[in-house]
């Protein structure tokens, strides 16, 4: 009500009649007057932004997760603290609190989904495929448990050669999971703007950072529908390749020790040694080196 009883008074109307008629208190008023935000307020505040960017990025961590965030941004604070201001403003994690129905409900898409075709009868089906380098790409996350705790793969492969032009792995599923596989894809592959990049509806991939990473390098971004396995097969596909020859071979206890074998056999295997039937019975290395020597040379 102190803001109300300045612009009251500027008005003309005297501070005592203001107080009397509202009920408050004058000396608070002056108090406030004289320093109208506390420290305590003003550092409340700025770490409650830092919470609420890191939730916004990343809704499926709980505080304690925030609190890691909130330190890389600059603004310490306890678990305690932290989850006091998370129980006030009622930042859960999306996995955290049982909700009636069938839980909550995914964001909204903030991209078209530039995949799907509608035929003349009003069927929509859809299509990976792409008559040059980098100008397609698809894009999902998968997870593996290791001694150590999951371990989190984001791959994008480009539907011209079915090369995977960029991954990152991690043990925590993050917004940055998903850019750093993006960066590391545009940095391998060169000139990709206007490449469209199509993934699911993940909350990595509807992020803030994600959204700027495709247009800090002049892409598109493109989404499927919610729980349509079939909007992302030919990513799907490879994932089940992934884990039917790495992922489920044996138990794994590092995180390292996955890793290696991951990109081992992406690289050696998947990319240089698996013939595939839709690239005519070549490898994706083989594919691009025949079809567009350029492009293999970048990459």
């Known amino acids: 009500m102190y803001p109300l009883v300045r612009e009251l008074a500027a008005d003309g ?10 009920k408050i208190a004058r000396q608070p008023y002056y108090r406030w007057l004289a320093t109208p935000i506390t420290d305590a307020e003003l550092r409340a ?14 809704p499926e961590f ?27 403003l009622g930042w859960w994690s999306s996995h955290g609190k049982k909700r009636g129905g069938n839980g909550k409900k995914p964001g909204p898409p ?24 980098n100008e397609l790409w698809l894009s999902n996350i998968t997870e593996h448990w290791t001694g150590e705790g999951k371990l989190y793969v984001c791959a994008i492969k480009d539907a011209y050669s079915n ?18 596989a993006l960066n590391n894809a545009a940095a391998r592959r060169g000139d990709v703007a206007g490449c469209v990049v199509h993934t699911d509806r993940g909350s990595q991939f509807r ?14 971004g493109s989404m499927g529908r919610v729980g349509a396995a079939g909007d992302n097969a030919a990513m799907e596909s490879f994932f089940a390749l992934l884990q039917k020859n790495v992922l489920n071979r044996r138990a794994w206890a590092t995180h ?13 295997t998947y990319h240089r040694r698996r013939r595939q039937a839709s690239l005519g019975r070549l490898t994706p290395v083989e594919y691009e080196l025949i079809m567009n020597p350029a492009a293999t040379q970048v990459a």
């Open 207 to 220: 992020s803030r950072k994600f959204v700027h990473a495709i247009n800090r390098h002049s892409m598109v």
């Open 256 to 268: 390292e020790e996955l890793r290696i074998a991951i990109v081992t056999w992406i690289e050696k």
């Open 163 to 180: 090369r995977i032009v960029g991954y990152s792995i991690d043990s925590r599923m993050k917004s940055s999971l998903a850019v750093a």
């Open 45 to 58: 505040a700025y770490r409650s932004n830092a919470l609420f960017d890191a939730h916004r990025d990343d």
């Open 13 to 22: 109307i005297p501070i005592a009649v203001t107080c009397r008629v509202l």
């Open 110 to 133: 903030v991209h078209d989904n530039l995949c799907a075709i509608t035929d003349r009868r009003g069927v929509t089906r859809h299509e990976f495929k792409s008559d040059r380098p």
């Open 62 to 88: 709980g505080y304690r997760f925030l609190v890691d965030e909130a330190l890389e941004a600059g603004e310490p604070m306890a678990e305690r603290t932290a989850w006091r201001i998370c129980s006030d």
